[in-house]
């Protein structure tokens, strides 16, 4: 396989690994395959499409197909203005294949050894040995669950937003959104249409102007970071990647009047919830849209991670072990960066560190 020398029957070296090839992973594949650097991508997935293969049949994109895409391809043109999932799938298939990517799969990694001059990749008996590592692995295998008083004991349906699919399972109940995201205002307006609905959000919904999309806030994103790298401050109207944006199904819901949401609860009951006047109300389910924390397991074994889900880096690159670079995980590894549109900026980057790294 391109990219990579036998050692043995259980050990291969290659310059660079990458664990993960979904759009980080591709993107920075993408960036070394123009740098003629050897690589490879490690997937724990049996098919192309990293997370978006688990994300839930409609959703939709927030920004058009021109934007959401990855560096040298556009993805097609899409039936509607903002790509569905299978259409995101499709792409993401069609880019690994398009710049035939050398992609071992489905490979769980389990841990990652710091060798010094050398990072050794584990699978089970497998062992990958690379002069340099890049964790691309994202979020969405560790959804975020906040505490609650009595969860425990709550006897209805839980489900967070990793595992749903559509609202076939929820018809004729009611059912709790919990999350004032764009999943969870995107999952409310859907199960709404069969089921009694009750949103619940930390802080007030932000909605977007109806005609603010992804790509007004991503040049809003681009333009703080900018200022920023120039020590200059500027205002901004308010819209962030996290508020809502009024797709049409969510435009929808809220014709219906149901985009109202409720502040927090106190605790959960057997068969409910309990307010902070202490009046209690019947639920049958739940639905969690309270997001993600980075899937870093993997590098456990490297004594770097922090209390918070993160590592330390500099420009994407782990301060305690200069071999390793972290990329798609949120901000902090890349403004927009766990985004199709934002990731390749910063992929761009990481691969000059690790040519200069490497040479």
Not at 18 to 36: E, H, P, T, V, W
Not at 147 to 163: I, N
């Amino acid at each position: 396989m391109q990219g990579e020398k036998v050692l043995d029957a259980t050990q291969t070296v290659t310059e660079v690994i990458i664990i993960g090839a979904g759009q980080a992973g591709l993107s920075m594949a993408y960036f070394l395959k123009r740098k003629n650097i050897p690589f490879i991508l490690l997937d724990d997935q049996s098919q192309p499409g990293g997370a978006w293969r688990h994300a839930w049949e409609s959703l939709r994109l927030f920004s058009p197909n021109s934007w959401s895409s990855l560096s040298g391809w556009m993805m097609p043109a899409t039936e509607q203005t903002y790509p569905t999932r299978n259409e995101v799938i499709d792409y993401l298939t069609a880019y690994e294949q398009r710049y035939h990517f050398p992609v071992v799969r489905p490979v769980h990694v389990d841990r990652v050894e710091n060798k010094g001059q050398y990072l050794e990749v584990y699978a089970g008996e497998r062992c990958w040995k690379a002069k340099a590592v890049v964790s691309a692995t994202g979020t969405w295998s560790q959804p975020f669950i906040p505490e609650y008083a009595g969860r425990e004991h709550f006897q209805g349906m839980q489900l967070h937003s990793a595992d749903y699919l559509n609202a076939e399972p929820f018809k004729g109940k009611k059912v709790m959104v919990v999350g004032g995201g764009n999943s969870g205002a995107q999952i409310l307006a859907e199960v709404s249409l069969f089921a009694e609905t009750l949103w619940i959000t930390q802080t007030p919904p932000q909605f977007l102007a109806d005609d603010v999309d992804g790509r007004v806030l991503f040049l809003r994103a681009t333009e703080r970071l900018k200022a920023q790298q120039e020590g200059r401050s500027i205002e901004q109207p308010i819209g962030g990647l996290g508020d809502i944006v009024m797709i049409d199904s969510v435009k929808a819901a809220r014709e219906r009047g149901v985009l109202q949401s409720k502040r927090p609860f106190s605790a959960f009951t057997e068969h409910g919830v309990i307010w902070e006047d202490g009046s209690a109300q019947q639920v049958d389910a739940v639905i969690w849209c309270t997001g993600f924390k980075a899937a870093l397991n993997h590098l456990n074994s490297l004594g770097i991670i922090q209390p918070d889900q993160t590592i330390a880096v500099h420009n994407c690159r782990s301060v305690q072990v200069p071999n390793l670079w972290l990329l798609g995980y949120g901000e902090w590894t890349g403004a927009a960066s766990a985004t199709l549109v934002g990731v390749s900026r910063t992929a761009r980057a990481v691969a000059e560190d690790i040519a200069v790294f490497l040479a």
